[in-house]
């Protein structure tokens, strides 16, 4: 399993993460992204490439 995290302090709400994960684990939720389907991240770190803001961590558990 994986668990995708995003530090609020850096996110700036651009939704490219929203975007581009292929199973939809991230939601815009007060313009900050939220991972609320966590459980479904396959661990492709898709979503780390894309974030120009170096907000993404995704980490194997
Ligand atoms: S790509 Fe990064 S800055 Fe953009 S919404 Fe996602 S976490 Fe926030
Ligand atoms: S690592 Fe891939 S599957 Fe997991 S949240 Fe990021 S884009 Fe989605």
Request: charged share 35%.
């Amino acid at each position: 399993m994986f668990k995708p995290e995003v530090d609020a302090e850096k996110c700036i709400g651009c939704g490219e993460c929203v975007d581009i994960c292929p199973t939809e684990v991230y939601e815009l939720i007060d313009e900050k992204s939220v991972p609320v389907n966590a459980d479904e991240c396959i661990g492709c770190e898709s979503c780390i490439e894309v974030c120009e803001q170096e907000a993404i961590t995704v980490e194997e558990i």
